[in-house]
Every structure is written in structure tokens, then in C-alpha cells.
């Protein structure tokens, strides 16, 4: 298979005007949202690959830095987490990953104006947030896969610590090839890098085998604590203050852990309630297929998608989690399910 | 590309004989080891959608019968647990992922001297279970990957319930594209199937979410006792008859729980011990990379891989822990590992 063959037709045009819109940068900022994921991680290292190999001078820019779970991850140079002291007088940025500016953090939205901007993105909207260019596809499984085709149109190899940040971020948005949007395409990508050396269970296992002692004794109290309601449709389990303290875990800790609950046969809506204050709860909800969990969400001044949704809520636990359940019932009811 | 560029060179030979054998097959049964997994099923259902493509009788043995989760996976034809009462007198058996005559079943195994045999399967040892052809590939990720390069051989197209069994073995042997045989291979193969409608999105949904409310309990309190030794790099946790009986969880609930336990940041060595009896109890062992959690088996009389091995004691839990415990730190102390 020709390296362009990867290229879905599709995604052809779009991956050319990048190509060539990179070469037009230089003293570049290469960004993408703050608290950064895999996938953000990985198209930004992925994008400064892109531009080392031009020859390009460029800095990595994360607020407040990449998460303890990526320590692993090797990024292309410092990650700078203020724009105070740059290596260079900034003139471009290539924002990745990022649906609208305020997202970027303050300082570099702020600076947004004056800078020659290309913008690359999966996400649904931000599509004019590039100045210079903007490639937005809603349809690809992950912006590290876009970055991929960047970098095939600017005739670059897919190994090394490049593949290894497209594999990031299309592992971290698919959700471990679980999700629905694991697509042929990406499949061919990856098969592509693997065949040219890219490690992917090593990535996946340096990824999942970080567990904390206090994460494992968290998970145990909360999984005997999750309750079953509506006849076993919905899991719903609270999460204390107190349970973080107790166990010595970190809210990062709960990351995961409502997906858990959603595995659980006949389980249509899992939601979990986190305490952040005396007066203020923090919902996740999660679904599967048709039932939309946005709905109920927004019922309750949040957001999201149809099956991964969320929001606050400036009550105490008692009180939030009566609303959220109601909230679930309403939607459910709303469309039919027992 | 073309389907036959989806096998391997080296599996090229093999798969041309094996669709040559299949041709040459008639009034079969298909069978794999007994308490067959996610391979040994895909496997055997490929193997008789290729038969019924070729026009052939066969039934389909499984003893006892395939598991729970599985319940959702459409078979060709019904699964029998006996050979009393057969559609048919059985003239041949195809043998899949099977490494030795004893694992496929009594009845099976008593028959096999009458029938003309193949066998195929990715397992070390069993070569000579075929009596007409076989065809072992320690290299494969997965039986049911081998079956798909034998229905691509006799021009089938991998679509439909084929195409959803190759998936399910696949999914099943390399946990979820997770394991070091995730090959290139094994993705393109993937990536052609997802292409031409299977969606391995649903397919992973039906066979993670089937958790039991008593296996959530279950493991939250498994998670809670889990201890770690010898500073962190072996995590232990005993599991009681007991333990089964309070959760309503069944011996099957514990599957996958020591996997979890070698997530924890630290850990080289992950053993899970079961008490069956008050003088029996079973171990599993986990572990990465070069330590080799076979040789720790060995020394109490069991077996498997470096990664993944096990066994049973005859000792009550106390003294079987001990004994346990013991033999993974003389394999750690061996290896030098701290």
C-alpha cells in the first residue's frame, strides 16, 4: 500500500491545504485545549514532529501541563505552560483538538489576534479559529489521525515518536478501538504504523497500568456502593468528599468509573454524582445507543453528547441526586424505556 | 485491496491446503476445546460458515456448551453438548484451537480414531491431532484469524456472521487489540472487515457489558483486600468460597480481576488465588514484559506463558498463599527484581 493510499479520499484535499499551510509557519505555538488528553497530547506532539521535520521553530504550549498519566510520553521539547518567557518572538500557532478559544487558556487565547493561525480539529464547531486555515472534520475518530494525514501529505514517514502520538491520541478517542467511530479507516492507519515498528500494546499497557493503590480502594467502596434504580435501567452511585480523602485518591482517580457502571447488564444510563463543596455536585452521565443522556443533562444546565454528558449542579448530594435521578427518569420516560 | 492480499505470505500455503481439506470434508463436526472462549467459538462458527458455504453437513460440538456472555453470538446451527443423537453420522471433525485430543471433550475424544481429522490452531503442540491435514501457527493471534485466511482462500467474502465470528476471536485473544500479538496483520484484517460492515463497536459493547450486579459487589470488595507485597511489586489478593456465595457472583465473575490487579502502578507480579475446596485452591498469576510468571507456576506444579500462567494446590488457603507467594518472590529474586 502507497504511504498516500492512507489518505481517505476524503480527508485528501483537506490534508494537502495542511501540509502546505505548515510550511507557510514558522516561530510557531503548537497547542491544543487546556488540561490536555491523549488526543490533544498526541496531535500536538504529532504537529511539532511535523514541524521539526520543516525545519521549523516551534514551542509546545499546554495549560497547566500534560497529566501525570502521560509522564511516559515523550513530547517533541519543553512543554511550556506560560507564554511569558518564549524561546522565540511568537508570530504563528497551530491549535489542535480545541472547539472554541477560551478552551486554549487565557494567555495564548489573548494572544490569538496577533498570530498567523492554522486550526485542526474533530470537533463540531471552532471551525474559524485558524486566521490562516482551518480544517475541521467531525468525522475523524481522533485529531492525532488528521495530524496523520498532515504528515503523509507532507511525505513524512509514519514511525517513530510521530507514530507513537498519532497512536496516542486515535487510543485515547476511540476508547482503546471500542468506540464507534474505530473506523476501517483508522484501522488501516494504525495497521500502517504497526507494521513500521509502532508498539501499540506497549503504549496501551504504559497507558492502563497506572493505578494508584488509592484508586484501586476507591473503585472497591464505590462499586459496592453503586445502587441499582428504575428496575435496574439506571446505576447510580455518589461519590463523598470524604470517600477522596479516605482512600487517598484524586478526583483524576474517577476517571473510568462511571463507564464501569454502564457495563453492568441491562444498565441503560449510568450516572455518577461527585461532591466538589458542600453546595456543589458534579454529574457524569453515560449511555449507550439511542438513549440520550444530553437530554437529560441539559435538563439540569449541562451538556455534552447523546451517550457521554455532564454538568454541574449547586446543590448539596441529597438534593443533586434527587434532581439528576429525576432528570434520567424524565428522559427516559420521554422516550419509552421501561 | 485485493482479499487474498489480506493473507500473509506466510500464511499463504497453509490456508490454500486447508480450503483444498475443507473441500474434501463431509457429515463433519466442528468442534474446539471444551469451555470454549470468544477464539474458540468465532473459530468454530467461521469454520462452519465456510462448510455451509461449500455446500458441506456439519454440526457444531461444544462441551458444555458455549458461556453465558456469549449468549448474544449467532452460531450456524444449533451447538450440541453430546454426540448421543447427531443430525447425521459423523464422518469427519474439523479440530480448532485445540493444543491436545483431551481438551475437545470425552465423547469427541473417544471418536476421533473413527473420523478423518483437521485440525487447525494457533497453539504450540497438538500438530498431529489432524489425521487428514493440519495446520498449527503458533504466530497467529488468534484460530479464528487462521479461519479467515481459510475462507478468503475458498473466495468467500468476509462479511455478515463470518466476518462477526473472525471479529470475536480476534477481540477475545489479543483483549481487545491490548496484547503484543496485536500485529499488523491482525489490523488489516480488521480494518478490511470493519470496512465491508462489521461493527466491531457492538460487537465489544455485547461482550463487555454483561457484568452481573454480584460481579460489581464482588470486586469492590476484592479490590479493597488486595494487598501488595514485597514493596509494591506483587499485588495479592485470595478470593473465598465464601466471598462467591455473599455477592451472589459465580467462579466466572472473577474473570479478568487479576488483569486488573497488574494495572497498578508498580506491580510486576499480579496473583489471584480462589479457595475451591477447604483443601484446594486454584492460582493465577500475571505479570509484563520479561518476568516470567511460568516459572513461578512451575514450582507449585502448574503451567502456561511467561505473562499468564496458573495452577491448583492442594492446600487450604492459608498455606497455599504462603506457598504462592513464596514462589513468586524466588522468581522475582532470580530475576533479579527488586
Not at 504550549?61 to 518572538?89: C, I, R
Not at 504563528?92 to 496577533?114: H, K, M, Q, Y
Not at 481522533?142 to 498532515?150: I, K, R, S
Not at 476507591?218 to 477522596?244: H, I, M, T
Amino acid at each position: 500500500m502507497q504511504r498516500t493510499d492512507l489518505i481517505p479520499q476524503k480527508f485528501r484535499q483537506g490534508a494537502e491545504r495542511m501540509a502546505q499551510a505548515f510550511r507557510d509557519l514558522d516561530q510557531v505555538i503548537v497547542a491544543a485545549h487546556v488540561n490536555p488528553d491523549g488526543d490533544a497530547a498526541g496531535a500536538v506532539a504529532a504537529a511539532g514532529h511535523v514541524l521539526r521535520s520543516m525545519g521549523k521553530e516551534f514551542m509546545v504550549y499546554a495549560q497547566p501541563g500534560l497529566p501525570g498519566y502521560l509522564d511516559f510520553f515523550s513530547m517533541p521539547g519543553v512543554v511550556h505552560t506560560t507564554l511569558e518567557h518564549p524561546p522565540f518572538k511568537p508570530r504563528c500557532a497551530v491549535l489542535l483538538d480545541c472547539g472554541e478559544p477560551d478552551r486554549l487558556g487565557r494567555e495564548l487565547a489573548a494572544r490569538l489576534p496577533e498570530l498567523v493561525t492554522v486550526n485542526i480539529d474533530h470537533h463540531l464547531g471552532g471551525d474559524g479559529m485558524g486566521n490562516a486555515a482551518n480544517w475541521v472534520e467531525p468525522t475523524a475518530a481522533a485529531t492525532a489521525q488528521l495530524m496523520a494525514y498532515v504528515a503523509l501529505a507532507a511525505d513524512l514517514p509514519l514511525t517513530g515518536e510521530l507514530a507513537t502520538a498519532i497512536a496516542l491520541g486515535i487510543i485515547t478517542d476511540t476508547g482503546g478501538f471500542c468506540h464507534g467511530n474505530t473506523s476501517a479507516d483508522v484501522l488501516y492507519l494504525t495497521a500502517h504504523m504497526v507494521e513500521h515498528g509502532c508498539d501499540i500494546a506497549l503504549l496501551r499497557e504504559r497507558l492502563e497500568n497506572t493505578w494508584s493503590r488509592g484508586r484501586l480502594t476507591l473503585w472497591g467502596q464505590l462499586l459496592q456502593r453503586a445502587r441499582l434504580e428504575r428496575a435496574g435501567s439506571v446505576c447510580f452511585c455518589p461519590v463523598f468528599l470524604e470517600d477522596l480523602r479516605k482512600c487517598s485518591a484524586l478526583k483524576e482517580d474517577l476517571e473510568g468509573f462511571v463507564e464501569q457502571l454502564r457495563r453492568l447488564r441491562g444498565v441503560h444510563v449510568a450516572a455518577v454524582l461527585r461532591e466538589d463543596s458542600p453546595s456543589s455536585c458534579k454529574f457524569s452521565l453515560r449511555s449507550y445507543g439511542s438513549i440520550d443522556v444530553r437530554a437529560a443533562a441539559a435538563r439540569l444546565g449541562g451538556g455534552g453528547h447523546r451517550n457521554a454528558a455532564g454538568g454541574t449542579l449547586r446543590a448539596d448530594m441529597e438534593s443533586a441526586g434527587a434532581q439528576l435521578l429525576a432528570a434520567i427518569a424524565e428522559e427516559l420516560d420521554a422516550e419509552g424505556v421501561a
